[in-house]
């Protein structure tokens, strides 16, 4: 993995869980077939590709906290 694609993802997702969550099932996709987002570079592990996508905002995770239960409760 490249150190620059970790910090330049890292930079648009602060949170590692969600950062891994995010990497982890990206990859899946793209093994599975789905078209990268960003072009691919030459010999590009899928991790690295779903690192750059992250890093250049190209792949966003939209977190649902309506089930949540509030502070107050």
């Known amino acids: 993995m490249n150190i ?4 330049a993802a890292k930079e ?3 949170s590692i869980p969600v950062l ?3 990497v982890s099932k990206r990859v ?6 789905h078209r ?3 072009k ?3 010999g590009e592990e899928k ?3 779903a690192m750059r996508e992250i890093g250049e905002g190209k ?5 649902d906290f309506s089930d949540a239960p509030s502070l107050g409760e």
């Open 4 to 7: 620059e694609l970790i910090a």
């Open 12 to 14: 648009r997702v602060p």
């Open 20 to 22: 891994v969550n995010m």
């Open 28 to 33: 899946r996709q793209l093994q599975a077939g």
């Open 36 to 38: 990268p987002l960003v």
């Open 40 to 42: 691919p570079k030459v």
């Open 47 to 49: 991790t690295d590709v």
């Open 59 to 63: 792949l966003i995770a939209e977190i």
